[in-house]
T-cell receptor, first 117, second 114 residues
């Protein structure tokens, strides 16, 4: 069975602070995908990143960076110098390599990030 | 730009009516689309997987006669909430999986049943 745990439920920071959102996953698949999505108040889920299980390189995209550690089954997301526009719910998700009806995503419960000016 | 579109974005209806939500793939053909429901302050719950040209696959606990899914073409899947009741009020989101294994989501449809 697949499981994604986002232990933090709500985080509040002041603008320009750095913040790390944690994600821990469980899977028996040897090949899998990890995702982060952002859901602003408008509701639409915005794709941020996909990481393949065989690629443990960390990634940086502007103020966003991701740390994938297979040894601890974690895929943490750091926002540097946070801004008010970063306020949203952030979901970590786990995907499998199957196709069709079996290609499901397992979502964590989400982390509500509030960035105060 | 948007990869998946949904229509309508908002629906308010009376109890007992049926509501149809459309999900369109804009960038690529999708043999499989997914329908989720999200209640306030909760995560996304997968309702069903929509398969082009065949029957949808429903998750456990989701009534297939209540939530009718039709995937008649490679770019369109529809979800019909039949005889809607107030407890069906929710945020419904569709998604599709790209050839690169990423799921892209539509903007969602907020349904309010009075």
């Amino acid at each position: 069975a697949q499981k994604v745990t986002q232990a933090q439920t709500e985080i509040s920071v002041v603008e320009k602070e750095d913040v790390t959102l944690d994600c821990v996953y469980e899977t028996r698949d040897t090949t899998y995908y990890l995702f982060w999505y952002k859901q602003p108040p408008s509701g639409e889920l915005v794709f941020l990143i996909r990481r393949n299980s065989f690629d443990e390189q960390n990634e940086i995209s502007g103020r966003y960076s991701w740390n994938f550690q297979k040894s601890t089954s974690s895929f943490n997301f750091t926002i540097t110098a946070s801004q008010v526009v970063d306020s949203a719910v952030y979901f970590c998700a786990l995907g499998n390599p199957y196709t069709g009806a079996n290609s499901k995503l397992t979502f964590g419960k989400g982390i509500t990030l509030s960035v105060r000016p | 730009g948007a990869v998946v579109s949904q229509h309508p974005s908002w629906v308010i209806c009376k109890s007992g009516t049926s509501v149809k939500i459309e999900c369109r793939s804009l960038d690529f053909q999708a043999t499989t689309m997914f329908w989720y429901r999200q209640f306030p302050k909760q995560s996304l719950m997968l309702m069903a997987t929509s398969n082009e040209g065949s029957k949808a696959t429903y998750e456990q606990g989701v009534e297939k006669d209540k939530f009718l899914i039709n995937h008649a073409s490679l770019t369109l899947s529809t979800l019909t909430v039949t005889s809607a009741h107030p407890e069906d009020s929710s945020f419904y989101i569709c998604s599709q999986r790209s050839p690169q294994e990423t799921q892209y989501f539509g903007p969602g449809t907020r349904l309010l049943v009075l």
